[in-house]
């Protein structure tokens, strides 16, 4: 699908949809409706991806194992527990551009950068810092702090944030001029893929070429980019990354989340880790009595601590599932006409009231628009969920909309611009 051809009717909306070949995964979700019973205008997928219909099934089928096969349930044929988590691994590895031995759904976000960090971020007294984008999501500045902690180190000499531009974005060309010049001060670079607030889509693969130049490793956070860009974190040749699942993977409040090692490290025993027995050698991890000593398994799944939350993955694999489906291309490709239609009809019917963060490049952005409006951004978001558009709000005065392309339509676009725009005349 190309850049849609513009203009401000809502019938033209409507035509966008008729012709759109991904409009019928939109009845694959559970739409939230207010208080009317129509449907909402929802746009916040950025902070929490809607439902597939298809989790129930799913999870119901979980709980029927539970409850009729016991603790048998772990072998069951084809889906049984005890290799449950392998299930994920090929279709996650399709999202992220990783070889399946590279990604494995566990943990949280925040613990598996935690467990990442254990085994890259190797600080010595010369070369301890770590280079951050910026602004940058509270929970990771906790960890990158307290690692920094850990090692003995200051938090206020050991975190470095990126250049940025005169309009808040990283500056991508002086960061790779800083990693070049700057590089031997760096034990990590960690950077999120997309940044939470602006909405920012690095070009990684030549800040991965210019981090590898410069002898530093390159960890990711892919909270907001996984399920939303394409990425390609084996042939980038980044190191580890982490993400959450409950955003634009649609696996539900406090999914279980996800990590990449890079198959060069997949086959290094001796990188140290926080060990536990799920990632022990499967040939040995039940004998109990005579294994006393931890021999990581081959691949991410060497980095798992415990064994896998059957209940909190199925829902992760009804998501894969139309990922598999819909294919990445086309989903790209919608996911650019949706946010190129949007800044059209803004530029159209609200120039003067709305500064759009995010770059207008559509290879630099994904579904996500940050928007600055004039007045109060608060209560302007407020105003917004009265007329039925959620989005979200990040202090001081920003705005976030994400128009979705498995379950969003032009029309949606269509609605929440003509209420902003009513909203601010």
């Given at each position: 699908?190309?850049?849609?051809?513009?203009?401000?009717?809502?019938?033209?909306?409507?035509?966008?949809?008729?012709?759109?070949?991904?409009?019928?995964?939109?009845?694959?979700?559970?739409?939230?409706?207010?208080?009317?019973?129509?449907?909402?205008?929802?746009?916040?997928?950025?902070?929490?991806?809607?439902?597939?219909?298809?989790?129930?099934?799913?999870?119901?089928?979980?709980?029927?194992?539970?409850?009729?096969?016991?603790?048998?349930?772990?072998?069951?044929?084809?889906?049984?527990?005890?290799?449950?988590?392998?299930?994920?691994?090929?279709?996650?590895?399709?999202?992220?551009?990783?070889?399946?031995?590279?990604?494995?759904?566990?943990?949280?976000?925040?613990?598996?950068?935690?467990?990442?960090?254990?085994?890259?971020y190797r600080p010595t007294a010369q070369r301890f810092k770590i280079l951050i984008d910026s602004p940058t999501f509270p929970s990771d500045l906790y960890a990158f702090q307290s690692q920094l902690a850990l090692h003995g180190y200051d938090a206020e000499q050991g975190i470095?944030?990126?250049?940025?531009?005169?309009?808040?974005?990283?500056?991508?060309?002086?960061?790779?001029?800083?990693?070049?010049?700057?590089?031997?001060?760096?034990?990590?670079?960690?950077?999120?893929?997309?940044?939470?607030?602006?909405?920012?889509?690095?070009?990684?693969?030549?800040?991965?070429?210019?981090?590898?130049?410069?002898?530093?490793?390159?960890?990711?956070?892919?909270?907001?980019?996984?399920?939303?860009?394409?990425?390609?974190?084996?042939?980038?040749?980044?190191?580890?990354?982490?993400?959450?699942?409950?955003?634009?993977?649609?696996?539900?409040?406090?999914?279980?989340?996800?990590?990449?090692?890079?198959?060069?490290?997949?086959?290094?025993?001796?990188?140290?880790?926080?060990?536990?027995?799920?990632?022990?050698?499967?040939?040995?991890?039940?004998?109990?009595?005579?294994?006393?000593r931890f021999v990581p398994q081959r691949g991410a799944e060497g980095w798992q601590l415990s064994n896998p939350p059957i209940l909190a993955m199925a829902p992760l694999r009804a998501s894969l599932a139309l990922f598999g489906s819909a294919t990445n291309t086309a989903l790209?490709?919608?996911?650019?006409?949706?946010?190129?239609?949007?800044?059209?009809?803004?530029?159209?019917?609200?120039?003067?009231?709305?500064?759009?963060?995010?770059?207008?490049?559509?290879?630099?952005?994904?579904?996500?628009?940050?928007?600055?409006?004039?007045?109060?951004?608060?209560?302007?978001?407020?105003?917004?969920?009265?007329?039925?558009?959620?989005?979200?709000?990040?202090?001081?005065?920003?705005?976030?909309?994400?128009?979705?392309?498995?379950?969003?339509?032009?029309?949606?676009?269509?609605?929440?611009?003509?209420?902003?725009?009513?909203?601010?005349?």
């Amino acid at each position: 699908m190309t850049s849609p051809t513009f203009s401000i009717d809502r019938d033209h909306a409507r035509q966008l949809d008729a012709a759109d070949s991904l409009a019928e995964y939109r009845q694959q979700f559970w739409m939230p409706s207010g208080s009317d019973g129509e449907p909402l205008v929802y746009l916040c997928g950025n902070s929490l991806g809607l439902q597939p219909r298809g989790v129930r099934e799913l999870i119901d089928r979980e709980l029927a194992s539970w409850a009729e096969q016991a603790v048998d349930g772990h072998f069951r044929s084809g889906d049984g527990w005890y290799n449950y988590h392998r299930l994920l691994s090929e279709p996650l590895a399709e999202v992220v551009g990783a070889l399946p031995e590279e990604v494995v759904a566990m943990n949280g976000l925040t613990a598996n950068l935690h467990l990442l960090m254990i085994s890259f971020y190797r600080p010595t007294a010369q070369r301890f810092k770590i280079l951050i984008d910026s602004p940058t999501f509270p929970s990771d500045l906790y960890a990158f702090q307290s690692q920094l902690a850990l090692h003995g180190y200051d938090a206020e000499q050991g975190i470095v944030r990126a250049p940025q531009t005169a309009n808040g974005l990283t500056d991508e060309a002086a960061l790779i001029e800083l990693i070049t010049t700057q590089g031997e001060q760096f034990a990590l670079i960690l950077l999120s893929g997309v940044n939470y607030f602006s909405g920012q889509f690095f070009d990684l693969a030549p800040i991965a070429a210019a981090a590898r130049r410069a002898g530093c490793l390159i960890g990711l956070d892919l909270a907001h980019a996984v399920g939303n860009v394409p990425l390609s974190l084996h042939d980038w040749g980044i190191d580890f990354a982490a993400w959450c699942s409950y955003k634009y993977l649609n696996a539900g409040p406090g999914a279980v989340a996800g990590a990449f090692v890079h198959q060069r490290h997949c086959a290094n025993p001796s990188l140290p880790r926080l060990a536990g027995w799920w990632g022990n050698d499967p040939d040995t991890r039940f004998q109990m009595d005579t294994q006393d000593r931890f021999v990581p398994q081959r691949g991410a799944e060497g980095w798992q601590l415990s064994n896998p939350p059957i209940l909190a993955m199925a829902p992760l694999r009804a998501s894969l599932a139309l990922f598999g489906s819909a294919t990445n291309t086309a989903l790209r490709n919608k996911s650019s006409a949706l946010t190129s239609y949007m800044l059209a009809l803004i530029d159209a019917r609200s120039p003067q009231q709305v500064t759009v963060l995010t770059p207008r490049q559509p290879e630099r952005r994904g579904c996500q628009l940050s928007l600055r409006v004039a007045g109060d951004g608060r209560a302007f978001q407020q105003a917004l969920q009265r007329e039925g558009v959620v989005g979200d709000f990040r202090p001081p005065d920003v705005v976030r909309v994400a128009a979705v392309p498995l379950y969003n339509s032009f029309e949606d676009v269509w609605r929440f611009v003509d209420i902003l725009a009513r909203q601010l005349s």
